[in-house]
């Protein structure tokens, strides 16, 4: 009886044991989870930030491309696109690229972009521009729906016209650069405008 309990006391003692070994062994084992869970994370927050410095990097050698294409003015690159369309394909194909469709804001800027149009695209050439009235007729707004402030309207044709068929303006370098308002549905030329950050 004697050596049964000792026996049974002996075994108690080493299931004891065993369970606080198996215990001690989990939280070690849990620990290096969470160690592993940690580290995990932080290469993961490492890959993140190289894919968008390598995204940047992209944008940035994209926009370089585009400048040595097209010409630099103010802290914008132009690019020509000589082949004609809708202004709402070329304002796709524009945004598509990265930038909008060129928007002078200015007279200088005006007549470089004419200039520009003249050398690249051709002579008497005509864009689009970056400016509609499609929300309310006769309220000219750029791109980003802000009112635009530098006008270059063709006096002699008495543009803009209270037309609702004539919503979007283009840039004509026959009148020296002069803004005449048309149908969206026409097909013209574009420039694409890039800010330079």
């Known amino acids: 009886m004697e050596f049964r309990r000792t026996c049974l006391v002996f075994g108690i003692l080493l299931l004891v044991n065993c369970s606080f070994q198996q215990a001690f062994s989990t939280k070690k084992m849990v620990k290096k989870d969470e160690g592993k869970g940690a580290a995990i994370e932080e290469l993961q927050k490492q890959i993140n930030d190289i894919v968008q410095d390598l995204n940047i990097m992209k944008e940035q050698q994209a926009l370089q491309s585009v400048c040595l294409k097209g010409v630099k003015v103010h802290g914008k690159c132009f690019l020509a696109e000589p082949l004609k369309k809708s202004y709402h394909t070329a ?32 002579p008497g050439e005509q864009i689009w521009l970056g400016i509609s009235d499609m929300v309310t007729e006769g309220n000219w707004m750029d791109q980003t729906g802000n009112r635009i402030l530098y006008k270059n309207w063709d006096s002699d044709s008495r543009s803009p016209k209270t037309d609702r068929s004539q919503n979007c303006v283009i840039l004509s370098e026959a009148t020296g650069g002069k803004w005449l308002d048309k149908n969206c549905r026409e097909e013209k030329a574009s420039v694409c405008e890039f800010n330079i950050v």
């Open 91 to 122: 304002f796709d194909d524009c945004i598509a690229l990265g930038g909008v469709l060129g928007t002078p804001l200015s007279k200088d800027q005006n007549d470089q972009l004419s200039d520009y149009v003249h050398q690249s695209i051709g």
